[in-house]
């Protein structure tokens, strides 16, 4: 990945391509995804692995580690992000390395460091797999097949999977954020699932995935709703 690709346009800090947001966590602070949450899904009787896809500068994936420390046994969390200096605050603020690791990776194209944690620890999935609002970067940015393929991917990869999907909204407001910094998302004008992206997420995993519907979170503040699904075990 470029680092041209993933820094903001025009001086906009608002203006990024893959959801990279710099100090994001001042405006959507971790307390008001977590209060979402639902606090008896989580199995209790074995040591639990959760990979956060997307994590940013760690602020959300530390204080889900805290709030789920106390729910299950022996927690360990696997945040990934595509952003190397978020990766590396987060690796600044986290004082907990035996539980909590990031790591930098393009999920798309790059899956190594998610293999070598489920390796070490001799697993074949993750406990849960959390996807807070990412999903409209990779379908921006890889299409609707892009999206749909990340969908089979985490769904493969978790027992459990948590989304928090971007309304249609939230792309428009990107695509005008990037315009205005006279740049483009090239493969915008060529998505077909678009008005019901939310629900057309929702179908595919229940479909193509075979997962089951567990859990729908109301709407948070910033409009947008938790998904939690049970995926299928591996045969």
């Known amino acids: 990945m470029e680092n041209s ?11 990024v391509q893959y959801g990279n947001f710099i100090n994001y966590y001042q405006f959507h602070p971790p307390e008001n995804r977590l209060k979402l949450l639902p606090t008896d899904l989580w199995p209790e ?16 994936t530390i204080e ?11 927690c360990q969390i696997l945040g ?17 390395k035996e539980n909590i690791q990031f790591h930098c990776l393009d999920f798309m194209n790059d899956k190594g460091p998610i293999k070598d944690f489920l390796k070490k620890r001799k697993l074949e999935k993750f406990d849960a797999v959390f996807c807070f609002s990412i999903t409209m970067w ?15 991917e985490i769904c493969s990869l978790g027992d459990f999977v948590i989304i928090e999907p971007q309304p ?6 990107a695509v005008k954020r990037f315009k ?11 998505l077909q699932i678009t008005q019901e992206v939310e629900n057309e997420i929702e179908q595919h995993v229940l479909t193509n995935c075979k997962a089951i519907k567990l859990y729908e979170s109301e709407r948070s503040e910033w409009g947008r709703k938790l998904l939690i699904f049970k995926c299928p075990l591996i045969t």
């Open 138 to 152: 990779i379908h921006l940015n890889y299409g609707d097949d892009g999206l749909k393929r990340f969908l089979n």
């Open 80 to 96: 990934v992000d595509i952003d190397p200096t978020l990766v590396e605050r987060a690796n600044e603020k986290n004082q907990n």
């Open 5 to 15: 690709n993933l820094s903001f346009k025009g001086g906009n800090p608002g203006a």
């Open 180 to 190: 205005l910094c006279n740049a483009v998302f090239p493969l915008f004008k060529k």
């Open 45 to 60: 009787n074995k040591p639990f692995h959760a990979l956060d896809l997307g994590s940013n500068a760690g602020d959300l």
């Open 64 to 74: 889900l580690y805290n709030f789920l420390k106390w729910k299950v046994q022996n």
């Open 168 to 173: 249609w909204k939230c792309y428009k407001s």
